[in-house]
């Protein structure tokens, strides 16, 4: 069965960072695209960012571009969003997720959603 697990939320000062942790099992990295989705309160869930680890292909959402950027550890089967310039705005519950394809992901189809993480919380706050 393919799982993500999340890890790494917290609560940082605006300006802060954090690193997200999206640790698989049952798949290897290269068979899925792993995005990152958020929900803030009162919001609706949103897609944030992708990776499509076979070859590197990355895309992120405007508000978070030159902001979050991924990394991956094969040897754990996990992929990391380091979060620098954390904003208020940024606070949610943040998901980690498998995808078709990176298309997908990019063009946010929830038909192309595999499977979910339970989510991590992020809060930026003074």
């Known amino acids: 069965e393919e799982q993500v697990v999340e890890s790494g939320g917290g609560s940082v000062r605006p300006g802060g960072s954090l690193r997200l942790s999206c640790a698989a099992s049952?798949?290897?990295?290269?068979?899925?695209?792993i995005g990152w989705y958020r929900q803030a309160p009162g919001k609706e869930r949103a897609r944030v960012s992708c990776?499509?680890?076979?070859?590197?292909?990355?895309y992120h959402e405007e508000s978070v571009k030159g902001r979050f950027s991924f990394s991956t550890d094969n040897t754990k089967n996990t992929v990391y969003l380091q979060m620098s310039s954390l904003k208020p705005e940024d606070t949610a519950i943040y998901y980690c997720v498998g995808v078709g394809s990176l298309d997908g992901c990019k063009n946010n189809d929830p038909y192309d959603v595999q499977f979910w993480g339970q989510g991590t919380q992020v809060t930026v706050s003074s």
């Open positions: 990776i499509r680890t076979s070859d590197g292909s990355e």
């Open positions: 049952g798949f290897p990295l290269d068979d899925y695209v």
